[in-house]
């Protein structure tokens, strides 16, 4: 069975910066793409960032030039570094991976998701 487990949210200021990762386990024969969405309260959840194995990226427009996606594929591990919080930001981070299996192709999977929470 295929999971996903996500570390490293928390509370900080604004300004700050931190640092998620997600690593996923279980009989994977492919992950394709990785990413992170986000939903704060009220709203809907939004892509926040995706990686392909080939390390093509996608942000979305909120996040560019502050949060970085990064992954390392031997480890089946996605890494999300969030520079310059804003309150804005504030929201339960979810892992995301698309796995295959030699028994499932091209699964959506999810995290439990972590709290970031940032105070201004």
């Known amino acids: 069975q295929v999971q996903l487990v996500e570390t490293g949210g928390g509370l900080v200021q604004a300004g700050e910066y931190l640092r998620l990762s997600c690593a996923a386990s279980?009989?994977?024969?492919?992950?394709?793409?990785m990413g992170w969405y986000r939903q704060a309260p009220g709203k809907q959840r939004e892509l926040v960032a995706t990686i392909t194995s080939g390390g093509i990226t996608n942000y979305v427009d909120s996040v560019k030039g502050r949060f970085t996606i990064s992954r390392d594929n031997a480890k089946n591990t996605v890494y999300l570094q969030m520079n310059s919080l804003k309150p804005e930001d504030t929201a339960v981070y979810y892992c995301?991976?698309?796995?295959?299996?030699?028994?499932?192709?091209?699964?959506?999977?999810w995290g439990q998701g972590t709290q970031v929470t940032v105070s201004s």
């Open positions: 995301y991976a698309r796995t295959s299996t030699a028994y499932l192709s091209r699964v959506d999977r």
């Open positions: 279980g009989s994977i024969f492919s992950i394709d793409p």
